[in-house]
């Protein structure tokens, strides 16, 4: 299954919690000018739209995500000592969080609502200083960016991993329910196809977008329910290769119009950075001569607009390969990036 366990590998570059521009109010939206990027990298460093590092994030072993709440920024991901906590605008903060065991813990999916700060640390989803278990999580898989929060509800999606003969991965959502979060397993189109969850946003405390693949197909699935979306290319693969055909990274919605993007494979089996609106595809690609690959890794909505970040490739002839990170708003590129590790963006 070379899809699936490469999306597994590169989870760190996939879309899932989307920022928390989505709960706050129209007059706090900021014009384009007077915005900031931010790029978080894999060693905990962020970087600014010019590309200016500008941070070193003290004690981080390995970053997750980054979001944004006004002018704030917040940042999940492991400790060097293995506490628990997060970085907000570069500072440590830790969360006195009373485990019964003492286990190591590995910070991923973080988002924010009013005062309240949820993190995600298998097998909890942690609430300032509450812990709240996944319940049946014996399988469970997930990226890095898996979880998402609005109007104080928060959500958690991956897959269930089976390894058994003859067993077929599942898509998986869990929402809280008196105190656990419980488990929705997404439906697919039929028993003997794979299906995994990547990426959700919640745009309000009841309706939620997830983003993934089922079988060969990229999938969104809104208020749990199954929408295969369009290829561009008709490619025929035997589904016995194990081999997706496309699948969602990251998935928002605004101005009523639901987002998802990720990429798909071409006549070349090349993936190719693809964005569906409203379930119509479109390709975001900058045209650069002899690119090879290309993936939309993660979406944001802020206000009306929408922010983008992609990667694209270059194989060269001595097995390296040249590597861009491209930030786009509403379809134009407004920043690139070479060789720069970066796990995902935010806007401020």
């Known amino acids: 299954m070379r899809q699936f366990y490469y999306y597994l590998l590169t989870g760190c570059m996939l879309a899932l919690l989307l920022s928390c521009h989505k709960d706050e109010p129209k007059d706090s939206i900021k014009p384009v000018e007077e915005r900031t990027v931010l790029l978080l990298t894999a060693e905990g460093h962020i970087y600014d739209q ?36 997060y970085w907000k605008n570069g500072k440590w903060n830790t969360l006195h969080v009373d485990f019964i065991d003492d286990v190591d813990h590995e910070i991923e999916g973080i988002g924010k609502y009013d005062y309240y700060i949820f993190l995600y640390d298998y097998p909890h989803v942690l609430r300032n ?19 998402t929060v609005s109007e104080g509800r928060c959500y958690v999606v991956g897959w269930d991993f089976y390894d058994g003969e003859g067993e077929h991965h599942d898509a998986v959502l869990y929402r809280e329910h008196k105190g656990k979060y419980v488990k929705d397993i997404l439906p697919k189109p039929r028993a003997d196809v794979d299906a995994a969850a990547f990426t959700a946003y919640a745009y309000d405390a009841t309706h939620t977008v997830v983003g993934g693949y089922v079988g060969l197909e990229p999938c969104i699935w809104v208020d749990n329910q199954l929408q295969i979306l369009p290829r561009t290319y008709d490619v025929n693969i035997e589904e016995e290769l194990g081999l997706s055909m496309a699948s969602v990274s ?19 089996l090349s993936d190719v950075a693809t964005l569906w609106v409203d379930g119509v595809p479109t390709h975001l690609v900058s045209g650069r001569e002899g690119l090879s690959w290309s993936w939309i890794t993660e979406i944001i909505s802020y206000g009306d607009d929408l922010y983008a970040m992609s990667m694209e490739i270059i194989d060269k002839p001595d097995d390296n390969a040249d590597v861009d990170i491209l930030i786009w708003l509403n379809g134009e590129i407004i920043a690139k990036y070479n060789e720069i590790d970066v796990v995902n963006f935010t806007v401020l």
Do not use: Q, W
């Not at 509450?130 to 960016?145: C, M, Q, V, Y």
């Not at 990251?250 to 070349?268: D, F, K, M, P, Q």
């Open 50 to 85: 010019t590309g200016k590092r500008i941070m070193e994030l003290p004690n981080c072993e390995e970053a997750a995500e980054i979001i944004s709440d006004g002018d704030d920024y917040f940042v999940s991901g492991t400790h060097t000592k293995h506490k628990v906590g």
């Open 129 to 147: 200083s509450g812990i709240f278990p996944l319940e049946d999580n014996e399988r469970f898989n997930t990226t890095t960016k898996c979880l």
């Open 250 to 268: 990251s998935v928002t919605r605004t101005r009523e119009h639901i987002y998802a993007a990720g990429s798909e494979l071409n006549e070349n």
